[in-house]
């Protein structure tokens, strides 16, 4: 659903880097700070868990000085590349560790507490095997390795459907996943 929201105040700071630690060793990453508000909302909407709980008896409230939804207030992410050489066998393999984390983030603008994702945190682990031409690499991967379930969205659902119900939408790698790919590039 498309809101027209009163003022809102978005300030942050993002730092990206890149570190080449020893010749076979690099970290890259990058942080962002954000402070998204909004400024003045009166006549904000109220989600359906909200109105069914009593939080919203007007059918509105006041969200003026909330968060506005989608924005976690700092993200990270961070990763170490490991090459390793090896010329006789005409290839490199590079092993990887990335960690990516974000504070909570608040999905709805009614601000429900129960539209929340608490912070969470995910490694994800490497190790691809390139000819030196790059013509062709395999990768074996283990994405979200702690295997730490978090979700993309989190909505109120109506009365009528279910009355006080929440749905969760989950993402690929909502699970530790683990794979194989194969790339070929041909000339």
Known sequence: MVQNVGEVSTRGLEV????????NLALNGGVALIDATIDD??????????QDRG????GYQDLSHQDLPQSPD???NVALDYTIDLPSQGFDLVAR???????DVQFDIAQDANT???????LDLSM????????????LFVKNALDKSYVTSISSLPSALLPGGYVQFLPKTYERTFGITVSYHYL
Do not use: H, N, V
């Open 16 to 23: 990206d880097f890149r570190a080449l630690l020893t010749e």
């Open 116 to 122: 929340i994702q608490d912070s969470y945190g995910l």
């Open 55 to 58: 939080e919203c008896p007007l």
């Open 74 to 76: 700092w993200k990270l």
């Open 128 to 139: 691809t095997m390139a000819d030196k031409q790059d013509r062709y690499s395999a990768t």
């Open 97 to 103: 560790a990335g960690y990516r984390a974000q504070d």
């Open 41 to 50: 909302f009166p006549g904000g909407t109220c989600t359906f868990g909200q």
